[in-house]
């Protein structure tokens, strides 16, 4: 059972969901809340959770949850992460927003709201992007639109989802950085993929590094060893400077 509450003027400044400002935020028990099962972001890091409940446990949750009403709960559309970290810091209710709307439209919402808060890793923004196109048969073009993002944006995540688990997983875990990712993409045999990959991570090789390894392996040119000196003194003084 949730127990209304007033909105106040600066909290509906942090609710740019909710059209109409004059809705109200109610305290729910955080037991009769589900998280969504298309929730976009899958990782939730422990540490940043322990952080966010500490800040919490000092000055309570400044932005509502916004829910679903569903048969006996109510289920997240924005705000999970806020929710776990409620948990953790041992509140047993939440402010919330419960907007009554469509499936669809709530999907559409909470895969926006994280684009838009930028919260997603580079695999999760790319899977969020694929279902939108899917879900409601959107172009790159109106979906760049849609959230905000530069329609080259939106194509170069989308280009992520062509790689292997291991290598998404990578990225999700910020092993690789988009600029590895977008490297390894121009490979285009699985197998050398992957060997490229290994070295990379192994090697913990930069953007520019990886960049090269990879050019290196389309063309087969390997980089020319530097020309040792050939007189002692030369070789002496070069290796005091190094």
């Not at 500490?54 to 109510?74: C, F, M, N, W």
């Not at 073009?141 to 993002?149: D, N, S, T, Y």
Request: one cysteine or more; charged letters at 40%.
């Amino acid at each position: 059972m949730v127990k209304k509450m007033g909105l106040g003027k600066g909290m509906r400044a942090l609710l740019p969901m909710v059209e109409d400002h004059g809705k109200k935020y109610f305290s729910c028990p955080i037991e009769e809340i589900r998280p969504n099962k298309e929730q976009p972001r899958k990782t939730f890091v422990n540490e940043k959770l322990e952080e966010l409940a500490a800040s919490i446990r000092e000055k309570g949750i400044i932005q509502p949850l916004v829910v679903l009403r569903r048969e006996g709960h109510y289920e997240i559309i924005a705000g999970e992460r806020r929710w776990r970290a409620a948990q953790k810091a041992g509140l047993r209710e939440v402010p919330v927003v419960i907007q009554d709307v469509s499936d669809d439209t709530a999907l559409e919402m909470a895969l926006i709201e994280n684009i838009q808060r930028e919260d997603l890793n580079a695999v999760e923004e790319a899977e969020a992007y694929h279902a939108l196109l899917e879900r409601f048969s959107l172009s790159q073009e109106e979906l760049a639109k849609r959230v905000g993002k530069e329609r080259s944006t939106v194509a170069n995540a989308l280009r992520l989802l062509r790689l292997p688990a291991e290598i998404k997983r990578d990225l999700a875990e910020e092993r690789l950085s988009m600029g590895h990712a977008r490297a390894l993409l121009t490979l285009e045999d699985p197998e050398e993929l992957r060997s490229a990959r290994d070295e990379i991570v192994k090697g913990r090789l930069s953007v520019r590094e990886a960049e090269a390894l990879v050019k290196r392996r389309k063309t087969g040119v390997e980089p020319k060893a530097k020309k040792e000196p050939e007189d002692a003194d030369q070789r002496d003084l070069l290796e005091r400077i190094q």
